[in-house]
């Protein structure tokens, strides 16, 4: 029972909260600190389910990144924010838009004068929390692994017999065979949900960029409509879809930075065709990023869309990928034992 809380307790902070604070230190703010941000939450759904050996090797190595970034991000802060304060008047070297003021500002390195609650939040407390909320990742993985030791000592030291493991495996596949048609019901439901999300990704912004969901789309309902089993040709298509979504919500976050929109300039005809919109803006006259609200609202619900899409199907993807990694070793294990 206790393993079973720390495993919920477990996900519920690195399949929830952990990429919640990511999600948060990369939308409310742009800088080079949001944009490593960005990457690791893209990154969380390729490192499979939550085990033993997950825990110990990719998701310890993903929350000491995070606990390094975020506190190279807190002494950085500290160390810009001392040095202004020992100034005789604060800030006064950053009053004029110049371009180190530009390049401190890509690094999140802002002054703090006149500002409110909800600016000292987006440029500071941002990494406190994101920093704290990995500490205690870091802290429950170890005293996860340290009761699966735990565990593991203890049945190693009871034998068993054989004929109990076969009655196991026997009750085992009664139960699997019990639950197959719910299995298959959920199969067709997760199915259904990839058709809407696809199907909302392709048309909620016509686009050249969008025009790949348009495409994939097409294929599951031609597909579909003909009672086609979705086989491993399938399975790789949607692999390279779910690269391609990571691409393409990357690109869109970098193009929200002002030396990318210097380049392209936004609501142009390349904007439009692309689908690249501005939709926070930078400038020299305020402090605060400037969110444009002169937008469509299809703008504004693109990115939430592929995002979406993005982590349905990266989720669904590493399980895919689990369970054919789990068919194998059991076949495998199957041929030992016969040979």
Same mark, same amino acid.
């Given at each position: ?5 720390? $495993? ?13 604070a ?5 939308? %409310?703010?742009?800088?080079?600190? &949001? ?10 759904? @390729?490192?499979g389910?939550?085990?033993?050996r ?5 998701? $310890? ?30 800030? $006064? ?24 609650a ?22 429950? #993985? ?9 565990r593991?000592?203890? #049945? ?8 109990s493991? /076969?009655?196991?495996?026997? &009750? ?6 019990? @639950? ?8 067709? /439901? ?17 686009? #050249? ?7 994939? %789309? ?5 597909? @579909?409509?003909?009672?086609? !089993? ?14 391609y979504?990571?691409? $393409?919500? +990357?690109?869109?976050y970098i193009?929200?930075?002002?030396? +990318?929109? !210097? ?31 002169n ?26 990928f ?12 199957? &041929?030992? !034992?016969?040979?």
């Amino acid at each position: 029972k206790l393993l079973l809380i720390t $495993h919920v307790i477990l996900n519920g902070l690195i399949l929830f909260l952990l990429p919640l604070a990511l999600l948060s230190g990369t939308i %409310f703010r742009f800088s080079a600190i &949001s944009l490593i941000y960005a990457f690791l939450l893209l990154v969380i759904p @390729w490192l499979g389910t939550i085990n033993r050996r997950t825990i110990q090797t990719r998701y $310890h190595l993903l929350i000491l990144v995070v606990i390094l970034i975020s506190l190279l991000a807190i002494i950085a802060q500290i160390i810009f924010q001392s040095i202004l304060i020992a100034r005789k008047r604060y800030g $006064h070297m950053l009053n004029n838009y110049t371009k180190i003021t530009q390049v401190l500002q890509y690094f999140g390195l802002e002054c703090l004068d006149n500002s409110n609650a909800i600016r000292i939040f987006r440029l500071i407390f941002l990494d406190i929390v994101i920093f704290a909320i990995s500490i205690i990742d870091f802290f429950v #993985i170890q005293c996860t692994l340290i009761s699966i030791r735990r565990r593991q000592t203890s #049945i190693t030291s009871n034998t068993t017999n054989r004929s109990s493991s /076969m009655n196991s495996s026997n &009750s085992t596949l009664k139960k699997i065979n019990k @639950w197959s048609r719910l299995l298959s019901i959920v199969r067709f /439901m997760c199915l259904f949900i990839q058709f809407i999300i696809v199907g909302f990704a392709a048309f909620v912004y016509p686009s #050249i960029l969008n025009s790949i969901y348009f495409i994939f %789309f097409l294929i599951i309902t031609f597909l @579909w409509s003909l009672s086609i !089993e979705f086989d491993k040709r399938f399975a790789l298509i949607r692999d390279l879809l779910v690269i391609y979504t990571g691409i $393409h919500l +990357f690109t869109f976050y970098i193009y929200q930075f002002t030396f +990318f929109l !210097e380049a392209f300039v936004p609501l142009s005809l390349w904007s439009n065709v692309t689908g690249l919109i501005s939709i926070v803006t930078h400038n020299c006259t305020r402090s605060e990023p400037y969110i444009a609200t002169n937008l469509a609202w299809n703008d504004y619900i693109n990115p939430c869309a592929i995002l979406l899409l993005y982590f349905y199907f990266a989720f669904q993807t590493n399980e895919t990928f689990f369970q054919r990694k789990v068919q194998s070793n059991t076949t495998t294990r199957q &041929s030992l !034992e016969l040979e």
